[in-house]
């Protein structure tokens, strides 16, 4: 899953890591990471979005209906 992440979510993701490793209670993102990280979140969630209303008109497969009987039992 990893690999499907934006370079800004992947150093997002890192940062964190680090943080939970070594204990930190801080994680400090200068502005610029702010805004490319704000920018791809936002860009997943439209994303997201896009695909649920997609799912939502489309329609639903039909289904097939199987009968079993015990045989000769």
């Known amino acids: 899953m990893e690999s ?3 370079i800004h979510l992947k ?3 890192d940062k964190v ?3 939970n490793s070594s ?3 801080q994680l400090m993102l200068s502005a610029q990471e702010a805004r490319n ?3 791809d979140l ?3 969630l439209n994303h997201c979005s896009t695909l649920s209303r997609r799912l ?3 329609p639903v497969a039909n289904t097939v209906d199987v009968k079993m009987d015990g ?3």
């Open 4 to 6: 499907n992440l934006t």
């Open 11 to 13: 150093m997002f993701n």
């Open 17 to 19: 890591k680090l943080m």
């Open 23 to 25: 204990q930190s209670k």
């Open 37 to 39: 990280l704000h920018a």
């Open 42 to 44: 936002f860009d997943l």
């Open 56 to 58: 939502e008109s489309t």
């Open 71 to 73: 045989g000769t039992w």
